[in-house]
């Protein structure tokens, strides 16, 4: 069977990759994991069983490559049991799961969640790991240990070095651990590549659609095709102990239509969650915006302004052009400012 670097190799040749050094610096690590995973497990009474490889923390800039690399390796294991995930994602699982097990009375309700994962896997590939939910902080340290201990190795990527993670999070220094577990764990790896594939896809293309008719809806679906590789799952995030939930989300892309967004009682909270969880958010179907729907406008103003503060990048099909989606009503001046943001969004250079 041929190693990762062959396969990616051939990927370049071909023209499905482009080779990029940063990445083939990359590939190695993987191929360690690999490798020690395909070791058979000596089993006997008096055998130990060998110790798990150290996982992987990739980290680096948006479009670097890390979820495609990520990706390539998952399909390249051989039957190894594993599973590709989005953290997010995951720990949603991971705290319905502890929801069930309190029911039946137990007061530890990690160590048996963390038993089930164990049992299913051998390893864990999360896609952009990030701590910004308290709830998520103090539980994750005591949930890695345990699976860890059980000999589940961990892949993950993220856009930001351990020591960033929750970052100015409540009770931090209570987190402090789970990011010492990390490096002793995992093997730290900084995706340093200058280009950002993603940005270079969309440069130079249109990303903003109008009016919504059919060749809107179409020309969204082949953006998401391109960008995101695949069909979506939801992606459910937890603001203040309720639930914001996007229709489609994969490889950091995320889509859902307007109502979902707007038409929902959600807020700056929301918002700012939504804007850090995604790379990219493709918004299906904004109205013309008038003092019938100014509750929805008001919203829609406000998730702007979280996407363009986080630089997120937008693609959306809407009524109007930008100037005329609000020409009558209250809040028409405050929303040439909005206007505004929308035009700059659409440039080919927006968020680097």
Request: glycine share 8%.
């Amino acid at each position: 069977m041929t190693s990762l670097s062959q396969h990616y190799m051939s990927l370049t040749q071909d023209g499905t990759l482009i080779a990029d050094p940063a990445q083939i610096a990359a590939l190695p690590e993987f191929e360690r994991v690999h490798d020690a995973l395909l070791q058979p497990v000596k089993k006997g009474l008096f055998r130990k069983a060998p110790e798990p490889p150290k996982g992987v923390y990739f980290w680096g800039g948006v479009g670097r490559g890390k979820s495609m690399l990520m990706d390539l390796f998952v399909e390249h294991l051989d039957g190894i049991p594993a599973r590709r995930v989005h953290f997010h994602a995951f720990m949603q699982e991971i705290h319905a799961a502890m929801h069930e097990v309190r029911k039946s009375g137990v007061e530890d309700a990690i160590s048996p969640v963390a038993a089930d994962v164990a049992a299913s896997v051998r390893l864990l590939a999360f896609d952009e790991m990030q701590i910004s939910d308290i709830t998520d902080a103090m539980i994750v340290g005591r949930l890695f240990e345990a699976l860890f201990s059980a000999g589940v190795v961990v892949i993950t990527t993220s856009n930001r070095h351990p020591d960033e993670l929750y970052k100015n999070g409540l009770n931090r220094d209570l987190f402090l651990p789970f990011i010492a577990l990390i490096k002793e764990r995992m093997v730290v790896h900084e995706l340093v590549s200058p280009t950002d594939y993603r940005q270079d896809r969309l440069g130079g293309q249109q990303v903003y659609f109008t009016p919504v008719n059919s060749d809107a809806r179409k020309a969204m679906d082949a953006v998401w095709d391109d960008l995101a590789g695949g069909p979506g799952t939801p992606l459910i995030l937890k603001v203040k102990g309720r639930d914001v939930e996007l229709p489609a989300f994969r490889n950091s892309v995320a889509r859902a239509g307007f109502h979902d967004l707007c038409g929902k009682p959600l807020g700056p909270a929301d918002y700012l969650t939504l804007a850090e969880a995604v790379k990219v958010l493709m918004i299906d179907g904004i109205p013309s915006l008038s003092r019938s729907n100014f509750n929805e406008a008001k919203r829609f103003v406000t998730l702007i302004d979280a996407l363009y503060e986080a630089k997120v990048r937008l693609i959306c099909s809407a009524a109007a052009k930008p100037e005329m989606l609000y020409v009558e009503g209250e809040g028409t001046f405050e929303f040439e400012r909005t206007a505004s943001r929308l035009r700059e969004m659409q440039g080919s250079d927006w968020g680097q």
